[in-house]
């Protein structure tokens, strides 16, 4: 078995203990069978909903679900500052534009979340970005939505 550039493995267990074991078992594995060494700066027993992965993370509570992370959230909150600065000189069409192209990408990604909480609480945080006048005309939200492909019913909900 060949690895190439970086691998990214998580594995959860019920409890902190089995977490301890599996984590000793596991690095042994790799470390005998593949000769890789096993980075223990970046190893670590967490629980699910404390550890961020591929911009997820788990909920708290008996029933887990994904949902999006807080680093994820904060970098597209910072990209839409980015993408809506009144000072980078383009028309409100090529804002529009440059902001349904990332967030269709975006949400093509995160979709995948399981809870729809985040992404009401980024949709008022966008209304209110545009409120406040960082973001360019009242109608942009609803430019965006029809330029994504969304109903005007499913805008207003979102």
């Known amino acids: 078995m060949r690895f190439s550039?970086?691998?990214?493995?998580?594995?959860?267990?019920?409890?902190?203990?089995?977490?301890?074991?599996?984590m000793e078992s596991v690095s042994d594995f790799i470390t005998r069978r593949f000769k890789l060494r096993?980075?223990?700066?970046k190893s670590k027993v967490a629980s699910a909903s404390a550890c961020e992965f591929l911009g997820f993370t788990f909920t708290h509570g008996q029933a887990r679900k994904r949902?999006?992370?807080p680093k994820a959230l904060c970098r597209l909150k910072d990209r839409?500052?980015?993408?809506?600065?009144?000072t980078r000189g383009t028309s409100?069409?090529?804002?529009?534009?440059?902001?349904?192209?990332?967030?269709r990408g975006w949400m093509?990604?995160?979709?995948?979340s399981e809870t729809v909480r985040p992404l009401e609480d980024l949709d008022s945080w966008i209304r209110r970005h545009q409120h406040q006048g960082h973001a360019y005309g009242g109608r942009a939200?609803?430019?965006?939505?029809s330029r994504v492909c969304m109903s005007s019913q499913e805008c207003r909900r979102v």
């Open 108 to 112: 093509a990604y995160f979709g995948f």
């Open 92 to 103: 409100i069409q090529q804002v529009v534009a440059n902001l349904a192209r990332y967030l």
């Open 67 to 69: 949902t999006i992370g």
């Open 80 to 86: 839409i500052r980015e993408l809506t600065r009144r």
């Open 5 to 22: 550039g970086a691998t990214h493995l998580q594995v959860y267990v019920r409890s902190e203990r089995a977490g301890q074991r599996v």
């Open 38 to 41: 096993v980075n223990a700066a």
């Open 141 to 145: 939200h609803m430019e965006i939505c």
